[in-house]
């Protein structure tokens, strides 16, 4: 019998310490493919820009004795998944693991998401995907840290991974968006949750006239102000839950299309 091809890719690039992690926990799942960025591509959203070259170069990596089929690629996450479709297999990969992400990927910030978009590129082929993400301080965001434990976050990655192999999720669910505390244990009781409807980063002005970078930066909102029931924030920030957040691929408004349609018929401007 054929096994499962599960694809993995991340935004942290080939050398992320949480890819791995996450290699080696889904490894006795099915046959994999790691298809990830050559380097670090946080905040690339689904973003396919035009000028990187899409070079592949083999990173196959030997994991508890076995050999796995790797691959760096000049590409943001997004395009790392369609070179993966397109080009590095023969057959439609059952599932598309985006993870171990370095932090946690919230509220309407998973829009910049690279792990997300990743998710979101393969939903889009009708592939199950999973994003998972463990949440660190913004210092690790970019190198992650040579201590930090990805036990609880590959032990969920294994259960969610196979419940999307082995069942079909509701009509509208794409993706599954995970969320770990930092001290999250495989015990660590999980909570479906919707998105916060507000930031959960803020953007910092750049500090042009200190010689610092140009770019601007971002620092934690003040989450007293986002502690909304039932969000993502709220039940993982507040109250120390993994969090599963279902996404779609439909972002259309919820709005009543009458009484819109009325709202915008009766204003005369259209």
């Known amino acids: 019998m054929e096994k499962p091809l599960i694809l993995i890719t991340n935004d942290d690039g080939i050398d992320s310490q949480g ?22 591509w946080s905040g690339a959203g689904r973003s396919m820009p035009h000028h990187v070259t899409g070079c592949l170069t083999p990173a196959d990596r ?3 004795g076995q050999w796995v089929r790797a691959y760096a690629v000049d590409a943001t996450p997004a395009l790392a998944v369609v070179h993966g479709l397109l080009e590095l297999t023969d057959r439609k990969p ?19 998401s690279g792990t ?30 040579a201590a930090v434990d990805y036990t609880a976050a590959q032990a969920f990655a294994v259960r969610f991974s196979r419940l999307l192999l082995e069942r079909r999720m509701p009509f509208d669910v794409d993706v599954l968006n995970i969320n770990l505390p930092c001290d999250a244990t495989p015990e660590t ?20 006239g200190n010689g610092g970078s140009a770019r601007p930066g971002y620092r934690l909102m003040n989450t007293s ?25 439909d972002m259309t408004s919820r709005v009543d299309f009458g009484e819109l349609a009325a709202l915008i018929a009766s204003s005369g401007l259209v």
Request: aromatic share 6%; glycine share 6%; net charge negative.
């Open 225 to 249: 102000l986002a502690m909304e029931p039932n969000s993502d924030v709220h039940l993982l920030i507040a109250q120390g839950f993994v969090t599963v957040t279902p996404l779609s691929l």
């Open 189 to 208: 009781p999980w909570r479906l949750a919707r998105l916060l409807r507000q930031r959960y980063f803020e953007p910092t002005a750049p500090e042009r």
């Open 62 to 64: 030997e994991i508890q």
């Open 19 to 40: 890819l791995w992690a996450a290699v080696e926990a889904l490894l006795p799942l099915g046959e994999l493919l790691v298809v990830a960025p050559d380097r670090q």
């Open 116 to 145: 997300v978009g990743a998710a979101l590129e393969a939903a889009s082929e009708a592939i199950p995907a999973l994003a998972i993400s463990l949440a660190m301080p913004i210092s690790q965001h970019l190198t992650g840290g």
């Open 94 to 112: 059952d599932l598309l693991v985006s993870g171990i992400n370095y932090g946690e990927n919230l509220s309407t910030e998973i829009t910049i």
